[in-house]
């Protein structure tokens, strides 16, 4: 904790904090925009939680983003990501790119999820999790803070978890459509986009259908400085892509109380391929842009699939019971760079510096989950959970010109039965909650040669790999526990205490694929042992009359980290140290005596250090993590006005400033100088639908992003701005 408050005062986050409380802006996600949906409403069920109790009777960090809200940030800035990046102050700025690598919350990776449908692939982040479902079909946002086990493997900054739209309530047709149109402040050709999407529901007694589709084309982003932002072919881009979402849900009504649910989702994302990058220059602060070109290959997609079956009752036995059954697959491809590509060059192939190839991450889920929960019969102050959860995963990451594999196909499956309980007392002035999840982790990787491999030191090629490494069935099997306390003296004030355990598999593709020492053997290599992390928590809320306040502090650590360090030729190496991140949100909310204005703020201050002692960890953790690995601290402002059928917003977020310190010497050419972007939106609604109008980056602010400016200090290619001031005009219809 010392070292917390050290850390804060030297970044001087009292005077952040106190202008918040003056200015009283947008808290984290305590409540939707609208106020329709408050944290403390029992008629909330947050599904990623696994029980059909209040939020207020768990002792978790708990946000949901209903579809109000959801729908602001989409127009404003285009995806479910940035609309939690934006809203969340402790999740990391966006890239803007396809891949959300480095993107945290509270400074580890979250798991993101649909239905509770795991979208995260466990043996090799591709980091496109972000990206396999279109934000129309979303209803609502729920998110998770810190490590817990609660839905599996991931989820050890949290869970975010999509809700798809619901089933139809009227009977008869109904449904939606949405009309956007987006282009740059100078509405330059190739930065217009727009957006088609709609919803047709329809319901006839028990039985339900709903089927939609959404089209959407993004141009070229350009920056406040009126350039083209930079095209990172490898890794993939939104801008000048196209991206198809088709959905489908069929219900049905049984017994009254049960309902049987099957859901489909394919959403697939591709870019035209109309730009090359042209290289920056940070020394000058040039960012890297883009100028009209074939790049070479097959411009980087994704595409996602998923099918679920699941059945909720009720009334089993007096208790409710969830049951789901799922398929997902995956297909995230990477774009090719010019020749030479040092990292699949091979001289049995073709001469060095000829080779042209881009690799693709596939990866197929299916998995079952089931829970069962009830008051117990003559005991009802104590609520009991059980539940069991199984998946299995196959990931491999294949070389598509050549066919060659780059990670080797490995099997994952995880089986975990778990128990949870919430025991009221004092007439629930009290609460008790806790409960344990026995993981049981099996990982088979067959024997494989990794890559043959080129690497350049200036104009000398230096080869290495073609290494045989001896598979293996590592694995693990541990209970993981959750428990707190939670004190609620008068309704909408509570205060909690918690303990929390989570579990993610290192990124063993990563791992597996850069073996440099023939002849290891999986079965005892440790450094694909998966990530132990726990969270500990303390938080108070006031949500009471105008007010809606909360203050959390948490602490995480694991002893077997993951750490990402760039190896300067653009790929990147996972690293297994002690990690610690400790933190602070504060959050303020107040509805003014000016009816219809509400305003609020939020703050995160966030710490990240690791040991660094690579050869001889001592456990000490003594030099701070990067911009990779965590966020910058923030300041979120806004205003909410509704009148009538008027909606208005403005939002504005302050991207803190940053130094890296510690034993390993950071580079200080990554020190973040820190940015702020405001964005506006409009809305009227009419008889014939509503008419919105966005504008993100409304004054047009000049800014490096975060990511790019705290890593590869070398590389000009990798030196992106944000977005300028972009505009975005659409129609919502309901029918």
């Known amino acids: ?92 700025p966006t890239r803007g790119k396809l891949s959300g690598a480095g993107e945290t919350l509270r400074g580890r990776s979250p798991l993101y999820a649909i239905n509770g449908i795991p979208q995260t692939t466990p043996l090799r982040d591709s980091g496109r999790d972000g990206f396999t479902i279109d934000g129309f079909f979303v209803d609502r ?73 959404s089209f959407e084309r993004r141009g070229v982003f350009y920056d406040a400085q009126d350039r083209r932002i930079g095209i990172n072919l490898t890794q993939g881009e939104t801008q000048d892509s196209r991206a198809l979402n088709l959905f489908a849900r069929i219900g049905m009504t049984v017994r009254g109380t049960g309902r049987i649910d099957l859901i489909a989702n394919r959403y697939e994302l591709n870019g035209y391929g109309n730009f090359v990058p042209l290289a920056g220059k940070r020394t000058a602060g040039i960012p890297t842009s883009a100028v009209r070109g074939n790049p070479p290959g097959k411009p980087a997609a994704n595409r996602a699939e998923a099918l679920s079956l699941s059945y909720t ?36 192939i073709a001469p060095l510096g000829t080779l042209l190839d881009q690799s693709e991450n596939r990866s197929r889920k299916l998995g079952a989950r089931a829970s069962y929960e009830r008051a117990v019969p003559g005991f009802e102050a104590l609520t009991a959970t059980i539940g069991f959860d199984a998946l299995y995963d196959k990931s491999e990451q294949r070389l598509i010109a050549t ?24 007439d629930g002035v009290v609460r008790l909650a806790g409960g344990l999840r ?9 024997d494989y040669h990794t890559l043959a491999s080129t690497t350049y030191n200036g104009t000398n090629p230096a080869t290495y790999g073609g290494v045989a490494v001896k598979g293996g069935k590592p694995g693990f099997n541990r209970i993981m526990p959750n428990g707190g306390v939670i004190v609620e003296p008068m309704p ?91 933190g602070l949100e504060l959050n303020l909310a107040v509805k003014t005596p000016l009816d219809g204005l509400r305003v609020s703020t939020g703050y995160a201050h966030i710490l990240g250090r690791y040991d660094s002692d690579t050869r001889a960890p001592d456990g000490i953790v003594d030099t701070d993590l990067d911009g990779s690995n965590i966020s910058p601290d923030r300041l979120n402002l806004a205003a909410d006005y ?94």
């Open 1 to 92: 904790m010392k070292m917390l408050v050290r850390s804060m005062s030297r970044r001087g986050w009292l005077s952040g904090v106190a202008l918040g409380v003056m200015t009283l802006a947008q808290p984290a996600l305590a409540e939707t925009v609208d106020g329709e949906e408050k944290q403390g409403d029992p008629d909330i069920v947050v599904t990623a939680a696994r029980t059909i109790l209040p939020p207020n009777a768990l002792p978790l960090t708990i946000d949901i983003i209903g579809k109000a809200a959801l729908d602001q940030q989409i127009a404003i800035s285009g995806s479910v990501t940035d609309a939690v990046a934006v809203l969340t102050p402790s999740f990391s």
């Open 141 to 213: 946002v729920e998110l998770i803070y810190g490590s817990n086990a609660l839905q599996g493997v991931g989820g050890t900054g949290g869970i975010i978890n999509q809700v798809t739209v619901g089933a139809p309530t009227v009977e008869g047709l109904s449904g939606r459509a949405l009309l956007q149109g987006t282009a740059g402040d100078k509405f330059e050709d190739d930065s217009l986009g727009g957006k088609a999407a709609g919803l047709v529901q329809y319901k006839a007694g028990a039985f339900d259908a709903t089927v939609g589709a």
């Open 313 to 348: 009752d009720s009334d089993v036995a007096g208790g409710n019971l969830t049951a789901q059954i799922f398929f997902n697959r995956t297909y995230d491809t990477f774009g090719g760079e010019p020749n030479p590509i040092p990292t699949f060059q091979d001289p049995a």
């Open 642 to 735: 509704v009148a009538g059928p008027l909606t208005a917003r403005v939002q504005t977020q302050f991207y803190l400033a940053r130094n890296f310190r510690g034993k390993a010497n950071p580079d200080p050419r990554n020190n973040f100088a820190g940015y702020n972007v405001t964005d506006a939106f409009l809305r009227y609604q009419t008889r014939f639908g509503g008419l919105t109008l966005s504008a993100q980056n409304v004054f047009d602010r000049f800014y490096i992003d975060y990511n790019s400016d705290t890593r590869l200090p070398n590389d000009n290619l990798a030196f992106f701005a944000g977005r300028g001031r972009t505009f975005t005009l659409g129609w919502d219809y309901r029918f």
């Open 403 to 426: 066919d060659r594999v780059w990670v080797p196909p490995a099997d994952f499956q995880s089986l975990a039965p778990f128990a949870q309980a919430n025991l009221k007392l004092f």
């Open 438 to 446: 026995w993981e049981n982790v099996k990982v088979r990787i067959a």
């Open 492 to 582: 909408g004030i509570r205060a909690y205490v918690s303990y929390a355990e989570g579990f993610t598999m290192a990124d063993i593709g990563r791992i597996t694929r850069s073996v440099r020492t023939p002849g290891t053997d999986l079965s005892s290599f440790r450094a694909i042992d998966p990530v132990i992390s726990n969270n500990r928590e303390v938080g108070v809320e006031v949500k009471r009359g105008p007010l809606d306040a909360s203050a959390t502090y948490f602490w995480s650590s694991s002893n077997n980290g993951q750490v990402l360090l760039a190896l300067g030729n653009g790929i990147f190496e996972v690293q297994r140290q002690r990690v610690e991140i400790q």
